[in-house]
C-alpha cells in the first residue's frame, strides 16, 4: 500500500502545478522518487496515528459535516507530512493537498480492495481489529446467541421472493436453500420467511413504533391533524417522533425492544437502545454522550478513505439518478413523477451514505458484542417511490442490499458472540399512477369542491415524505420539516385540512373540536360525502356515525357499519382478510381524522392511486403495500403457527420479543408477558 502511495504521489505531482516534490533548481530522479516515498510515509504514518484521536475529538459533529472535514483534516494532514520530509523542497497549496490526499485515499482503498461494502474480507478484518482492541480492555462477553435486526425499508414480500428468482439477492436465496429444503449446492436452508400484514397505516412511522416499542396506537397516518394540539403530526419530524415514542412507552410501560444492552441505527425511534445512530427521535435532543454515536461514526470515519469512497459513490449515484430520469423521460415511461430539485442528492444519500454508516454501525456494534442491534436501510424505499417498485432502478438497489446483508453476515464470523440475523420490512409498496395524474386534481381540491369552496387553478403538490428526507434532517441535524405542511395550519379554521399518507387521506375540520360525525358533515357540507364516495379514483370513506358509532362509504350509496363488515364487506371486499378488522381498530383511535379517505384498489394489476407524487407508494389498504416480510433464522421458533397469519406490528413486536428471550440474552422486565398485556 506505502509503495502505491508512492507512485500515486509521483504521478499527482507531475500533473497538478501547485503541488511539487522537488527544489526550484530540479532535483535527480532519485532524490524526487525518495522525497515521495519518505512524504508517503508520513502521510501514512500520521493518518494511522492522528487520525483516530481526530475522529474522537469530532464525534459530535453530525455525520455529513464529518465526512465533509474529512477531506480538510486529510489535506491537513498531508501538508504537515510533507513538512517533515528532510529536503524541505516538498510542498503544496492547500486546496491541491486536500485534492492529492483524497486521491492518494482512493487509489489505496481501490487497490486494497478494503473499503467497498461488497470487500467484505479486508473490511471485515479492520473493523475487527477495531473491535479486537476494545475487546481486550472489556471483561470476556456472554456467549449466548446475540441477534440483528436489519430492516429493508419497503421491500415487500413478494418483491424479496421475485429478487431472490432473479439471481439479485443471492445471500438472501442461500438462506432460503433458493426456494427450496436443499440448496442446489447441497447446503441446507437456514432461514424461514413469512409474510405479515400491516395495520391500515402501512408506513414506516406506524410499523417502525409498533415493532420496537410494542404499541401503534393512535397513529393513523404518516401525518395528522390533532385537534387538541391544534397540530400536524408529521411521522418523520424529529419533534413528533420524539413525542410519539413517549406516548408509546407510557402505554406499554417499558422502554422497548432493544432496551438491554442494544443499538438503534438508521430508525425513526430507539427502540430504548443506549448506542443510536440516524436515529430520527433523538434529533432535537442536545448532543450529549448518552446520545451521540461513537461507535458507528468511529468505525466509519477512523479511516478516512471511508469518506472519499462514500464521496465518490455519491457522486457517480446523483449521476446515476440524472442518467435514468433523463432516459425516463425521453422514452417517455408511465407513470412519472418528477425526480428533479434536490431528490438526486437525496436518493445518494439513502443508497450511499445512509448504507454505509449504518452498515458499518451494526457491524462495529457486532464486533462489540451487543446483545441486539435493530438498523433501517432505507434506499429501495426511497428509489421505489420514484422510480416505481419494480424495474432495474430498485433491482441494482435489491443487489447492493443483498452486497450489505452478506457483509453482515461474514463480519459475524469474527464477533465475540454468535450471531442470529433476522431480516424485515416494514411495509411494502404498490405502483400506480398519482391520483393527480390520473383525474387532473388532487384530493384536496376535490375535498374543496365538494365543501362548495374555490378550487385554485394550480394546486400545490404534495411532498412524499419519504424515509431518506427523515435520514438527511436527522444526519443534519436540521429537524424543520419541507414545506408541505405547517407545523400549526394558518388557514382560516372553517376550511377543511386535508393531508396525505401514500394513498390515504386524511380530511380534518379544525374549527370542531371533537371528531366530526356523518350526520354534522352531511349538515354543514351536503355534497362533500356524496363527491368523495362515488368518485372513480376513491375506494371507501371511514367516518363517524351518530347512529351506527362507525360506518364505511362506498359509491351508489353504500353505507355499512363497521360492526357488519364481516358478514357485508362492501366497498372494503377488494382490499382483501383483515380489511375491517384494520379499519375498525383505526376508528378507535382518538386522533382517527374527521374523514378517513382510502383510494381505489385495482385487484387485477395491484395498483393504488396515491394522494402524494409517488408512483410507489404505501400508508393505505391495497397491494403489495399491505405484505412485507420477517426473515428469521430456523434457529427461533416460527413467528406464527401453521395455518395462523401475523397481523400487524405490534405482534410483529412481541414475536422478535420472543426470539430474544429463547436467544437466552438479558431481558427487559415486564410486569406481564406482552401477549397478555396485549390482550
Known amino acids: 500500500m506505502w509503495a502505491v502511495s508512492t507512485v500515486t504521489m509521483l504521478v499527482l505531482a507531475g500533473i497538478l502545478p501547485d503541488f511539487q516534490l522537488q527544489s526550484a533548481d530540479g532535483d535527480s530522479a532519485t532524490h524526487i522518487a525518495m522525497t515521495a516515498a519518505l512524504g508517503a510515509g508520513a502521510f501514512g504514518l500520521l493518518s494511522a496515528l492522528a487520525w483516530p484521536v481526530l475522529v474522537r475529538l469530532l464525534l459530535l459533529v453530525p455525520a455529513l459535516v464529518l465526512g465533509l472535514l474529512v477531506f480538510f483534516l486529510n489535506g491537513s494532514l498531508l501538508i504537515v507530512a510533507l513538512r517533515l520530509v528532510p529536503s524541505g523542497d516538498s510542498e503544496a497549496a492547500p486546496e491541491t493537498a486536500v485534492i492529492v490526499a483524497a486521491v492518494m ?42 441477534t440483528a435486526f436489519i430492516q429493508l425499508d419497503g421491500v415487500g414480500h413478494d418483491v424479496l421472493l421475485d429478487a431472490v428468482g432473479k439471481g439479485l439477492m443471492p445471500t438472501v436465496a442461500r438462506w432460503l436453500g433458493k426456494g427450496g429444503i436443499v440448496a442446489a449446492d447441497g447446503a441446507r436452508a437456514t432461514h424461514r420467511l413469512t409474510p405479515w400484514r400491516t395495520d391500515w397505516s402501512s408506513q414506516t412511522g406506524a410499523s417502525q413504533l409498533g415493532i420496537l416499542h410494542g404499541s401503534n396506537h393512535d397513529v393513523p397516518a404518516f401525518r395528522w391533524y390533532e385537534k387538541a394540539a391544534r397540530e400536524v403530526m408529521v411521522c418523520n419530524r424529529p419533534a413528533n417522533a420524539a413525542e410519539l415514542q413517549r406516548r408509546a412507552i407510557d402505554r406499554t410501560g417499558d422502554g422497548g425492544l432493544l432496551t438491554a444492552d442494544g443499538a438503534s441505527r438508521g430508525n425513526l425511534f430507539s427502540g ?52 435514468q430520469s433523463t432516459r425516463a423521460r425521453a422514452r417517455k415511461v408511465r407513470p ?47 428509489v421505489a417511490h420514484h422510480s416505481g417498485p419494480r424495474g432495474r432502478d430498485t433491482e441494482k438497489v435489491l443487489e447492493r442490499l443483498d452486497r450489505a446483508l452478506a457483509l453482515i453476515e461474514n ?41 362548495g369552496l374555490p378550487v385554485p387553478r394550480k394546486a400545490q403538490r404534495t411532498h412524499s415524505g419519504a424515509e431518506a428526507r427523515a435520514a438527511v434532517r436527522a444526519a443534519l441535524r436540521r429537524p424543520v420539516e419541507d414545506g408541505s405542511e405547517q407545523h400549526r395550519p394558518s388557514r382560516r379554521r372553517s376550511e377543511p385540512i386535508v393531508l396525505a399518507s401514500g394513498n390515504l387521506g386524511l380530511v380534518s375540520f379544525p374549527d370542531v373540536p371533537h371528531r366530526m360525525t356523518k350526520e354534522e358533515i352531511d349538515a354543514r357540507h351536503p355534497a362533500l360525502l356524496t363527491t368523495l364516495a362515488n368518485h372513480p379514483g376513491v375506494g371507501f370513506l371511514l367516518v ?50 374527521d374523514i378517513m379517505v382510502n383510494s381505489a384498489y385495482d385487484e387485477a394489476d395491484g395498483e393504488v392511486l396515491a394522494f402524494e407524487e409517488q408512483i ?31 397481523v400487524g406490528a405490534e405482534h410483529v413486536h412481541r414475536v422478535l420479543r420472543r426470539w430474544l428471550r429463547e436467544a437466552d440474552g438479558p431481558q427487559v422486565p415486564l410486569e406481564t408477558e406482552p401477549e397478555e398485556r396485549a390482550a
Open 105 to 146: 485515499s482512493a487509489v489505496a482503498s481501490a487497490t486494497g480492495a478494503a473499503l467497498a461494502v461488497r470487500d467484505d474480507d479486508a473490511y471485515r478484518r479492520r473493523l475487527y481489529r477495531l473491535a479486537d482492541r476494545r475487546r481486550r480492555a472489556l471483561p470476556p462477553g456472554p456467549s449466548s446467541p446475540g
Open 272 to 323: 430504548g437502545a443506549d448506542e443510536q445512530a440516524l436515529v430520527l427521535s433523538i434529533a432535537t435532543m442536545r448532543r450529549s454522550r448518552e446520545n451521540r454515536s461513537r461507535s458507528g461514526y468511529f468505525a466509519y470515519f477512523s479511516d478516512p478513505a471511508n469518506a472519499v469512497r462514500t464521496a465518490l459513490s455519491f457522486t457517480a449515484e446523483v449521476g446515476r439518478e440524472i442518467g
Open 336 to 382: 412519472r413523477v418528477s425526480r428533479g430539485g434536490l431528490y438526486p442528492f437525496v436518493r445518494a444519500f439513502a443508497t450511499v451514505v445512509e448504507r454505509d454508516v449504518v452498515v458499518a454501525a451494526v457491524t462495529g456494534d457486532m464486533l462489540a458484542g451487543r446483545t441486539s442491534v435493530y438498523a433501517d436501510l432505507v434506499a429501495y424505499d426511497e
Open 616 to 646: 410507489g407508494s404505501h400508508g393505505g389498504l391495497g397491494g403489495a403495500q399491505g405484505k412485507p416480510f420477517l426473515l428469521s433464522p430456523l434457529a427461533f421458533t416460527a413467528a406464527v403457527d401453521d395455518g395462523e397469519d401475523l
Open 411 to 451: 463480519v459475524a464470523e469474527h464477533a465475540p458472540r454468535p450471531y442470529r440475523i433476522v431480516v424485515l420490512s416494514d411495509h411494502g409498496q404498490s405502483p400506480g399512477e398519482t391520483f393527480r395524474a390520473r383525474y387532473g386534481l388532487g384530493l384536496g381540491d376535490l375535498v374543496r369542491a365538494g365543501c
Open 544 to 593: 363517524r356515525s351518530e347512529e351506527h358509532g362507525g360506518v364505511v362509504l362506498g359509491a351508489y350509496g353504500a353505507e355499512i357499519p363497521l360492526d357488519q363488515l364481516d358478514d357485508k364487506p362492501g366497498p372494503l371486499e377488494a382490499f382483501g382478510p383483515g380489511a375491517a378488522d384494520a379499519v375498525r381498530r383505526t376508528h378507535s383511535f382518538p386522533n382517527a381524522a
